[in-house]
């Protein structure tokens, strides 16, 4: 079982509208959780970085929020743009000695007008 | 100020043949990190590299090496192919605190590797 779960596989929604994105993870303690927003045949490019202590992130339209007590991060589009259509990953960074990187296998998001 | 590049965008090679990708980091960035994308494994970790030296490594085969100049530029070396090496490998460059701290990461546009 993967350690980084995101939900859902993929999502359609109208221009406009707004959308949560959700990252389950079950590495704890972390050092920071990452999502990137990936376009097809192009590298990721980073979004927001939160460290285990913060609640809230934003970027512009993106805001990503953690709940360390259920495990969850989500990543809240708002007023969604054709531009917006991508995969969106979550990476957890575990680093208390034993480092390890954790990636989510994303959700692939369309805009459609 | 020019982004990560990586060279060559597209490959094709065939089985038990060697690979070298190149990847030139932003200016002033020290830190560079490889990473492998597939549809079925989605991004896993290689390699990261500072200062000349490997700093960190993921769970891939000794095939997998890479190395890094004083100049920061990287290169990432697959030996024998096999057909599952097939994937876009990415590059990554920061300052220098590591792929393990909150420091941005910025993507090149990756390699595209295709083993047939």
């Known amino acids: 079982k993967n350690q980084v779960e995101q939900s859902p596989q993929s999502l359609i929604i109208l221009e406009g509208k707004n959308c949560t994105l959700q990252?389950?993870?079950?590495?704890?303690?972390?050092?920071?959780l990452r999502w990137y927003k990936q376009d097809t045949g192009r590298g990721p490019v980073s979004l927001t970085i939160?460290?285990?202590?913060?609640n809230t992130k934003s970027n512009g339209r993106y805001t990503a929020t953690l709940d360390a007590d259920t495990k969850q991060s989500s990543l809240h589009i708002t007023a969604s743009q054709l531009s917006d259509s991508a995969s969106y990953i979550c990476?957890?960074?575990?680093?208390?000695?034993?480092?390890?990187?954790?990636f989510g296998t994303g959700t692939r998001l369309t805009i459609i007008p | 100020k020019a982004g990560v590049t990586q060279t060559p965008r597209y490959l094709i090679k065939t089985r038990g043949q060697q690979v070298t990708l190149s990847c030139s980091p932003i200016?002033?960035?020290?830190?560079v990190s490889w990473y492998q994308q597939t549809p079925g494994q989605g991004l896993q970790f290689l390699f990261e590299?500072?200062?000349?030296?490997?700093?960190n490594k993921g769970n891939f085969p000794g095939r997998f090496s890479g190395r890094q100049f004083s100049n920061s530029r990287s290169e990432m070396n697959v030996s024998t192919l096999e057909l599952g090496d097939s994937a876009l490998y990415l590059c990554?460059?920061?300052f220098g605190s590591g792929i393990y701290q909150e420091e941005t990461q910025y993507f090149g546009p990756g390699t595209r590797l295709l083993v047939l």
């Open positions: 990554a460059s920061s």
């Open positions: 990252c389950n993870y079950t590495v704890s303690p972390f050092s920071n």
């Open positions: 939160m460290t285990f202590s913060e």
């Open positions: 990476v957890v960074s575990f680093n208390f000695g034993n480092e390890k990187l954790t």
């Open positions: 200016s002033g960035h020290r830190s």
């Open positions: 590299y500072f200062s000349e030296t490997q700093r």
